[in-house]
């Protein structure tokens, strides 16, 4: 089969090599999924997970990308749940083989029925923005109608997604971004948006949820902008900072089939959207994650036509 793989830790997306690999077999409880779409986090590249195994053995050449959708097509021996034929969408698990290939094997609990009429591109787009946004609001955020959140990276293909989660929820939602992302992130959801090269963050007031991607100084700031008890969320690394008598929560996304069932049911009736920005081929797939100019949104792989 065809898959892109990556050999050198230091050479980053430019280091992606185009291959013929063997065909996976399923394990226990594994499904193979023939892939028609995958997604790909480019941060992945820095991640232990992608060179070393779980006892911390080389595993290269490995094939990244954790996000798929496609079609079940062999079973492991005791799975269940998920039938040879059946459209699957979901999360990889980090320490194996990834979806930028043909073919990919996966626990059959990291994966959930794709509705028919949902396309595979957008089934790909969903998983880690979709689950890193649902279990950072309602998990570890433990969000309610009539809070307040700061989104930052409104815009985002994260920041997005919770900003409109947050909307949908009852909160009041205040995004961050560039200038030039003030209209989508109103577009998402958001009722107010601060500019962070030229607007002053502190005049945001004081909020109940902060959900950062950007760390730094910025997710310092923000701790001194949550309320008294308040939460910060951060997918950014370690928080250095934390609200008074509050929770500061870093935390990595997990696979989970029962939130991504919620998060496509919301794409389905129109309550939800991701941001795609360029759909590749597999052929074009290493040019395509070493773009010539920045581009809004997710790069999605079509693996299949």
């Known amino acids: 089969m065809k898959a892109i793989v990556v050999t050198d830790q230091t050479a ?3 280091g992606m090599a185009l291959v013929e690999r063997p065909e996976p077999t399923p ?3 594994d499904v193979v999924v023939q892939v028609h779409a995958s ?3 480019p941060g992945e590249l820095t991640w232990p997970s992608t060179w070393a195994d779980r006892l911390g053995r080389d595993r290269t050449p ?3 990308g954790h996000e798929l959708s496609g079609v079940v097509s062999a079973l ?3 799975t269940t749940g998920l039938s040879v034929g059946q459209r699957v969408f979901g999360l990889t698990d980090w320490t194996r083989d990834g979806t930028l290939a043909e073919y990919v094997a996966v626990e059959a609990r990291n994966l959930a029925p794709l509705p028919g009429d949902v396309d595979f591109t957008v089934g790909a787009s969903l998983p880690i923005s979709g689950l890193t946004a649902w279990q950072g609001l309602f998990e570890h955020g433990r969000l309610q109608a009539g809070q307040s959140v700061l989104v930052h ?5 994260v920041g ?4 409109q989660l947050a909307r949908e929820a009852g909160a009041y939602v205040i995004g961050t971004g560039r200038a ?4 989508a992130a109103l577009d998402f959801g958001a009722q107010e948006f601060v500019d962070l090269e030229n607007d002053a963050l502190e005049e945001v007031g004081a909020v109940d949820l902060v959900f950062d991607v950007i760390g730094g100084d910025i997710g310092k700031r923000s701790a001194d902008l949550t309320r008294t008890g308040g939460t910060l969320v951060t997918i950014a690394g370690p928080p250095e900072a934390r609200p008074v008598d509050g929770l500061a929560i870093d935390f990595v996304v997990v696979p989970d089939r029962a939130q991504l069932g919620e998060i496509v049911r919301r794409v389905r009736d129109g309550r939800l959207r991701t941001v795609i920005g360029n759909v590749a081929t597999l052929d074009d797939a290493v040019a395509a994650f070493n773009p010539t100019e920045r581009i809004m949104g997710k790069t999605i792989i079509r693996v299949r036509p």
């Open 180 to 183: 030039a992302d003030r209209q």
């Open 12 to 14: 980053g997306t430019a």
């Open 153 to 157: 990276g409104a815009a985002g293909g």
């Open 160 to 163: 997005s997604l919770v900003t």
């Open 62 to 64: 490995s094939i990244p």
């Open 27 to 29: 394990a226990l409880n």
């Open 76 to 78: 492991g021996y005791g």
């Open 39 to 41: 997604g790909f986090t």
